[in-house]
């Protein structure tokens, strides 16, 4: 009988251990598909980009670089709401409080409170936060911080996990900055994908405050009017609860999209964006709407299966309906009726839309139902969109396009890139060049200079390789590409070189300005108080004119767009060209991946590995030299490469992409090898 129990015991340890792992396998299977999906279109972004996706039910999920810090813009007004209901809950705030608009709470950009309400009108804090989230108001998001007070925000996320979600000021008040260092790297506020996501998360499981709380928090944000990122590309009738932000280099969204297998939370950060217009078409919005599009159709796909199964465009539009078709429906009524009925292109299909469609259907003669069918649809004809108007076929058709002359063949091929340079590699001569003298801004190319000073102190004393870093918070916090450092720990220079050339650690190259400045003279007007990242910045500006670097400035240590911090392609030719005359110069520029055991506070150590971004050392006969890419620098490459005993560099800057960059110096390179090849 006890061998019977065992027996069934661990036969049912055996099922529960097999369905465990088939719905591990699901969900690694799941993952993998949602990875597919969003990994090709974050990694085409020109810009730095932090996502966090995560189904609230299954756990499934996708994240790329979830923990970096990011401008929130107005995206941190969800944290900002978070907090006003929690203090509501606990009795420190009324929300039907009135309040009072006046003349000095005007405030520039998105709402409507400025431009539509005159001072001394009263509005309740409820509604207040309402037009916060809703139209994104700034002069209503003033008023709700004079109520909370502005540094409750930031302790109430603190207090709720997430440290790096943090206000900095009240909106377009930099007077008000409780944390001016990080309002001046991150603006309005900063948080990371992954604590978005996690308050979205808590929100939707009613965690956040009371379950009423909660529900009202969630109303406002499905009511969000922005429909140009993660709503854009969603289907008529799709459900989504969003707050979105933008600045000029910065476009954001968070949200949560209800899918057919249930909701899933979504936060899109982007920084340094290449594409900074204030056009429809803009690229990080464009982002965010192909992610919420891609995440929306990842999880439209049955249970049982993998066929995708997207939601149908409705057949016909009634009372009711709502979403992008329907504001479609109201452009082209407003566009066919004469007189126009100006309704309003809200997206909402009312009574007066309705009494709209009557009327057009009555002067077409179909039948007057206010529906629109398939009849009433031939009848109002091509859809007037909120894009540009778009001719008829018959037209584009027509259209003779020009055509330009054929590429010089003696000439040197067609680039991406706004300025190049090619040198002999053996003497550093400059050879040929396109807006060779010009000065652009060069990224990440920068550390070419900060590794050179380094290593001209190691030069005259070896020793220097063996000190040891310690970084620290301001480098743990630099923006932008990394080594990967925490605060506090620590490693030798010898080690560091390998992380600020390989994967361009902007943080490295603080931690070796922040270790070396010091034995440099303080710059042009400063004391012996002086930062040690301003000598050393001081110190490549000098180096920079003993060689005669007349077209490059240096503002910083790492080429993270700053004003003045400019560059020629010639001046970084003739730099490379010395650096490469140091052998260890050399082997870090050549190295493709390097190994590094650092060590932290009280002991601990950790592992990392440094990739070089470099794409050429994969290929026989490259061997370095630096990569950079930022909005303002496009992409930019400094290269060596070898041919039998003929050796060249190639400089490029502003190329329109992270691949065109390595396709236009090869096209340069075999151009010129070509042309050092002797008469026949």
């Not at 992610?291 to 149908?312: D, S």
């Not at 030299?625 to 490469?641: D, E, I, Q, R, Y």
Request: net charge negative; with cysteine.
């Amino acid at each position: 009988m006890a061998s019977r129990a065992r027996f069934v015991a661990y036969s049912l340890a055996a099922v529960i251990w097999l369905s465990l792992s088939f719905l591990a396998a699901g969900l690694s299977l799941a993952a993998d598909a949602l990875a597919a999906r969003l990994r090709p279109l974050v990694e085409r972004h020109e810009g730095t980009v932090a996502v966090a996706v995560r189904h609230l039910e299954s756990g499934e999920d996708f994240e790329w670089r979830p923990d970096e810090p990011m401008p929130t813009a107005s995206l941190i007004k969800l944290p900002v709401m978070i907090e006003a209901y929690r203090q509501a809950d606990q009795g420190k705030l009324d929300l039907d409080r009135a309040v009072t608009f006046r003349e000095e709470d005007k405030t520039p950009g998105s709402g409507i409170l400025t431009t539509h309400f005159s001072p001394g009108a009263r509005i309740s804090v409820r509604d207040a936060v309402r037009l916060m989230i809703v139209w994104s108001d700034n002069a209503a998001t003033n008023l709700v911080l004079d109520e909370i007070g502005l540094a409750s925000v930031t302790a109430a996320m603190a207090e709720l996990g997430c440290p790096h979600t943090q206000l900095h000021a009240k909106v377009f008040r930099p007077g008000t900055s409780i944390a001016p260092e990080r309002s001046r790297r991150f603006g309005l506020g900063s948080t990371t994908a992954a604590e978005m996501v996690s308050l979205l998360e808590r929100l939707h499981r009613h965690e956040l405050a009371s379950r009423a709380s909660c529900e009202a928090m969630l109303d406002h944000l499905s009511h969000c009017e922005d429909r140009n990122k993660l709503a854009r590309r969603l289907p008529s009738g799709a459900k989504i609860a969003h707050k979105s932000g933008s600045i000029s280099a910065a476009r954001c969204e968070a949200g949560i999209i209800e899918t057919k297998r249930g909701p899933v939370a979504v936060c899109v950060l982007t920084a340094e964006n290449r594409d900074r217009r204030w056009t429809e078409d803009n690229a990080g919005d464009l982002l965010c709407a192909a992610i919420g599009k891609a995440v929306y159709e990842q999880f439209a796909q049955a249970e049982a299966g993998n066929e995708f199964a997207p939601t149908p465009a409705p057949e016909e539009l009634k009372l009711g309906a709502s979403g992008r078709l329907v504001e479609d429906l109201q452009r082209t009524l407003n566009a066919r009726l004469s007189p126009s009925p100006d309704l309003a292109v809200d997206g909402e299909f009312g009574p007066v839309t309705q009494a709209a469609v009557v009327r057009f259907q009555e002067s077409q003669k179909i039948e007057a139902d206010g529906v629109v069918h398939r009849e009433t649809w031939k009848a109002l004809g091509p859809l007037v969109t909120d894009r540009a108007p778009v001719p008829d076929p018959e037209i584009i058709n027509a259209e003779t396009l020009s055509t330009e002359s054929a590429e010089d063949l003696d000439g040197p091929p067609a680039v991406t890139c706004k300025a190049w340079a090619i040198g002999d590699a053996r003497t550093g001569e400059l050879l040929w060049g396109d807006a060779e003298s010009e000065s652009r801004p060069m990224a990440s190319t920068t550390k070419i200079m900060t590794a050179w000073l380094v290593l001209k102190l190691a030069r005259d004393d070896e020793d220097v390789l063996d000190e040891e870093v310690i970084f620290s918070e301001r480098a743990d916090d630099t923006n932008g590409s990394t080594a990967g450092l925490r605060a506090g720990e620590r490693l030798s220079v010898r080690e560091l070189l390998y992380g600020l050339l390989l994967p361009s650690g902007n943080d490295a190259s603080v931690a070796l300005a922040e270790h070396f400045g010091p034995r440099f003279s303080p710059a042009e007007g400063g004391g012996e108080e002086d930062d040690p990242l301003d000598r050393f910045v001081a110190e490549m500006n000098r180096e920079a004119e003993w060689l005669e670097l007349r077209e490059t400035r240096f503002a910083n240590t790492h080429g993270l767009t700053a004003d003045g911090h400019q560059a020629s392609p010639r001046n970084l030719l003739k730099l490379a060209w010395i650096a490469l005359q140091n052998p260890r110069f050399c082997e870090y520029v050549g190295t493709r991946q390097r190994g590094c055991c650092v060590t932290g506070p009280g002991g601990y150590q950790r592992n990392v590995v440094w990739k070089n971004t470099n794409q050429l050392l994969g290929m026989e006969g490259y061997h370095g030299v630096k990569t950079g890419t930022t909005s303002a620098a496009g992409a930019c490459l400094v290269s060596h490469g070898r041919r039998g005993d003929d050796a060249l560099m190639v400089v490029i800057l502003g190329a329109a992409s992270t691949e065109s960059r390595y396709t236009d110096t090869r096209n340069l390179f075999r151009w010129a090898w070509r042309q050092r090849l002797p008469s026949p």
